[in-house]
């Protein structure tokens, strides 16, 4: 795939969201229980 | 025990001091973040509320019938796909080389194509270190004629190395060997049906499209419900 600057975008736009979804779910996540791994 | 991955080969383990050979697609730091929020993701996101979800906030994993062992199933790929993931992006990160591990198993038509997508590493390091040697000295030794046999013969020591690289156990061994007795089986029925008329048809290769994802899940979850005492003992 070639770069370009709307991919680079794009991606930034992907790893921002996710950035976000984890904040908020480990601000929620902490208010409920510890997690106690696999 | 779980023994877990990504495995990484020696010399390609060794490249990371060597300049690369092309420059990247994507500025580095974008592909290792992106791995690595994706690995978080997968892991913290998806399989925790997955879990929290099927098996109860906080309460340990378990499996009290098939379905059970369905959800864990999906729960393990989110769980070790995300942390492959985190050490792809970590690797990266830090200039080490490490192998991709997962890619998109769930959409797999067949169980040999499954190994090709879930857990790569160990797919490609029993297939180089263990396999493809014992099929060419059984070969060597007992003519391409009977290559058939020494294919298979190799097969079920690559999967019962499988199994056992799990947890050294009867159940295990036994995993392994029906994991070998099956994917030598499907080998067989796809040669043979590959030879009809019928089986090269579009219709067929769309509907195989479709019904194999099933076929693999069902199997799949079968074989882990019969080794899923074993893993949370």
């Known amino acids: 795939m070639k770069p370009s600057f709307r991919r680079e975008c794009l991606i930034c736009l992907w790893i921002s969201l996710k950035i976000v979804v984890l904040i908020l779910l480990v601000r929620i996540r902490s208010t409920e229980f510890v997690y106690q791994g696999f | ?233």
């Open chain 2, 1 to 233: 025990m779980i023994v877990s991955g990504p495995v990484n080969r020696y010399d390609e383990h060794i490249r990371m001091d060597l300049p690369p050979k092309t420059p990247p697609i994507q500025p580095i730091w974008l592909s290792v973040l992106n791995n690595i929020t994706t690995g978080f993701l997968y892991k913290f996101v998806v399989a925790e509320y997955l879990r929290d979800y099927w098996f109860g906030p906080g309460m340990p994993l378990r499996s009290e019938g098939w379905l059970d062992t369905a959800i864990l199933f999906i729960y393990i790929f989110f769980d070790f796909a995300g942390y492959s993931r985190i050490a792809l992006g970590l690797g990266q990160a830090l200039g080490v080389p490490t192998p991709e591990n997962f890619k998109a198993p769930f959409r797999a038509a067949s169980l040999a194509d499954f190994f090709t997508r879930w857990h790569m590493s160990l797919g490609t390091f029993v297939q180089r270190n263990l396999y493809t040697p014992l099929q060419l000295h059984f070969v060597r030794r007992w003519g391409v004629k009977r290559a058939a046999y020494g294919s298979a013969i190799a097969l079920g020591f690559a999967w019962i190395f499988v199994g056992l690289w799990h947890r050294i156990s009867l159940m295990f061994l036994v995993y392994g060997l029906g994991m070998a007795a099956l994917v030598w089986s499907e080998k067989y029925v796809r040669d043979r049906a590959l030879k009809r008329a019928w089986a090269r048809k579009k219709i067929t290769i769309v509907i195989a499209r479709i019904l194999g994802p099933i076929y693999v899940f069902v199997v799949m979850t079968t074989m882990i419900h019969l080794v899923v005492g074993e893993i949370f003992r």
